[in-house]
């Protein structure tokens, strides 16, 4: 402005609204699966920025680098071939700079019945 004698002064802001992590949908409390079937864990997660996902068996942190659980890129967790010392509780935790969120599952692996075995 030439009037006031005033030199103009402007600045800018950015605003970043952090959400924390959250379950799109209510994850099922508990799976059975058949002894040697594929199975397919859900951990249908949001939040600002996207969270990051770990999962955990029996509260211990399941190693992805094996071919025995997979990650997928929708977060859940794949298991190809159930066996029975896959039974118990798996946890997907999912955390980012708002906070974090867990959620919970049993998984119950049917043994194989004797008579699999048979032959018709």
Known sequence: MKTGGYNFQSSIATLTVLEPPYFKTSTQLEFTAEYSARMEIPCDVSGFPDPYVSWFRNAEAIDLSQSVYVKRSDNSLVIEKISLDDSGVFQCLASNEA???????????????KFDFLEL
């Open 99 to 113: 906070g974090e969120r867990s959620s919970y599952a049993w998984v119950r692996v049917k043994s194989k019945s």
